[in-house]
């Protein structure tokens, strides 16, 4: 389908606006997206959903993608980071659409295989175990569960965060255990 | 490391430009930015870039301290911190642009482990979900997030009087 602002939200399934998606359960929400085929990473197991690309939608800006062009803010960017997606959603926050979670899983793919993203192995990344991406020239990093191979987040790392990557192999302290 | 001002400036001027965070790409300007890799000088350059980044937020850390104390005394929002400690980055980025360098040798050891303690909270809001149907085992609750911050914040206001 193609993007236009006035068709935004249709593409994911339940074909409405925001008024309608914020009454949706959680597990609606969470079906809604899961619709979006996954994008699989060349010669592994592992996989870039939907679900979990939409939850981590407010890091597109460290791939480079630019929010506006898919009726998003910075603010509504703000508010996933800061509430959630699902709150962000009940709260009537602009919808990540599909178009944009599909932009934001083909950049992963891309960088996953890039051959100048460096395989760092198996890592904890915020009490996670996972395998860990980094290219080392922009400091950003992707993650894949390790026990399910299923995408879990990536972002661009500050200076000192990646200097201690480099340094320690981790990425977050696990204040769960 | 110890900082030297006079090799930070040398390594400057001959390498590589940073890239700028959090441009918007195309799909072909992102595979060219993902070509690109660091040169020889590049860990080193960044080690010195980090620690003038470090003194920086040290100097300001009243700024942080007040921060931190508003979101513990009141509902979560951790977008002022992050907001404050990317302007903070971006300003030292500016200064290195025009070859103006910071000198954080002598305060440097009372700075150490600052913004590593920063940074620690701001990655702790990646795993807050308020919503408890939805929170994942890595996930925090508020009270959780928020006794997890006070500990830190304790820590920090002890050691960076």
Same mark, same amino acid.
Request: charged fraction near 25%; include cysteine; proline fraction near 4%.
């Given at each position: 389908?193609?993007?236009?602002?006035?068709?935004?939200?249709?593409?994911?399934?339940?074909?409405?606006?925001?008024?309608?998606?914020?009454?949706?359960?959680?597990?609606?929400?969470?079906?809604?997206?899961?619709?979006?085929?996954?994008?699989?990473?060349?010669?592994?197991?592992?996989?870039?959903?939907?679900?979990?690309?939409?939850?981590?939608?407010?890091?597109?800006?460290?791939?480079?993608?630019?929010?506006?062009?898919?009726?998003?803010?910075?603010?509504?960017?703000?508010?996933?980071?800061?509430?959630?997606?699902?709150?962000?959603?009940?709260?009537?926050?602009?919808?990540?659409?599909?178009?944009?979670?599909?932009?934001?899983?083909?950049?992963?793919?891309?960088?996953?295989?890039?051959?100048?993203?460096?395989?760092?192995?198996?890592?904890?990344?915020?009490?996670?175990?996972?395998?860990?991406?980094?290219?080392?020239?922009?400091?950003?990093?992707?993650?894949?569960?390790?026990?399910?191979?299923?995408?879990?987040?990536?972002?661009?790392?500050?200076?000192?965060?990646?200097?201690?990557?480099?340094?320690?192999?981790?990425?977050?302290?696990?204040?769960?255990? | 490391?110890?900082?030297?001002?006079?090799?930070?400036?040398?390594?400057?001027?001959?390498?590589?430009?940073?890239?700028?965070?959090?441009?918007?790409?195309?799909?072909?300007?992102?595979?060219?930015?993902?070509?690109?890799?660091?040169?020889?000088?590049?860990?080193?350059?960044?080690?010195?870039?980090?620690?003038?980044?470090?003194?920086?937020?040290?100097?300001?850390?009243?700024?942080?301290?007040?921060?931190?104390?508003?979101?513990?005394?009141?509902?979560?929002?951790?977008?002022?911190?992050?907001?404050?400690?990317?302007?903070?980055?971006?300003?030292?980025?500016?200064?290195?642009?025009?070859?103006?360098?910071? &000198? $954080?040798?002598?305060?440097?050891?009372?700075? /150490?482990?600052?913004? #590593? +303690?920063? @940074?620690? =909270?701001?990655?702790? %809001?990646?795993?807050?979900?308020? &919503? $408890?149907?939805?929170?994942?085992?890595?996930? /925090?609750?508020?009270? #959780? +997030?928020? @006794?997890? =911050?006070?500990?830190? %914040?304790?820590?920090?206001?002890?050691?960076?009087?």
């Amino acid at each position: 389908m193609e993007y236009s602002s006035s068709n935004q939200r249709s593409s994911l399934g339940l074909g409405d606006t925001n008024d309608v998606f914020k009454k949706l359960s959680q597990t609606q929400i969470k079906n809604a997206y899961s619709q979006i085929p996954s994008f699989s990473v060349e010669g592994t197991n592992q996989s870039i959903t939907a679900w979990l690309v939409a939850k981590h939608a407010h890091h597109g800006p460290d791939f480079g993608l630019d929010p506006d062009k898919y009726g998003l803010t910075q603010g509504d960017l703000d508010s996933i980071a800061k509430n959630g997606l699902i709150n962000h959603i009940r709260f009537g926050g602009a919808v990540p659409n599909e178009q944009y979670v599909q932009a934001l899983q083909k950049r992963w793919k891309t960088f996953a295989e890039h051959k100048n993203v460096r395989n760092c192995g198996i890592q904890t990344v915020i009490g996670e175990q996972c395998h860990v991406f980094k290219h080392d020239r922009t400091r950003i990093f992707l993650s894949f569960k390790e026990d399910s191979g299923e995408s879990f987040t990536g972002y661009q790392l500050n200076k000192q965060q990646s200097l201690d990557h480099n340094k320690y192999g981790i990425i977050g302290n696990d204040y769960k255990n | 490391m110890q900082y030297n001002k006079r090799k930070h400036l040398k390594l400057l001027k001959s390498s590589q430009k940073s890239e700028k965070p959090r441009k918007i790409l195309s799909d072909e300007e992102f595979l060219k930015l993902l070509e690109s890799r660091p040169d020889e000088n590049f860990f080193e350059l960044e080690a010195y870039s980090a620690m003038m980044i470090a003194h920086l937020h040290w100097q300001n850390r009243e700024q942080y301290f007040e921060l931190i104390e508003q979101f513990l005394n009141g509902p979560i929002n951790f977008l002022d911190l992050r907001k404050k400690y990317r302007s903070i980055s971006d300003a030292v980025e500016r200064l290195k642009a025009e070859l103006i360098l910071l &000198d $954080p040798v002598e305060p440097y050891n009372k700075a /150490f482990g600052f913004t #590593e +303690l920063i @940074n620690e =909270i701001i990655m702790l %809001f990646d795993r807050y979900c308020p &919503d $408890p149907r939805i929170r994942e085992d890595y996930e /925090f609750s508020e009270e #959780e +997030l928020k @006794n997890l =911050i006070q500990k830190i %914040f304790i820590g920090m206001k002890n050691r960076y009087p």
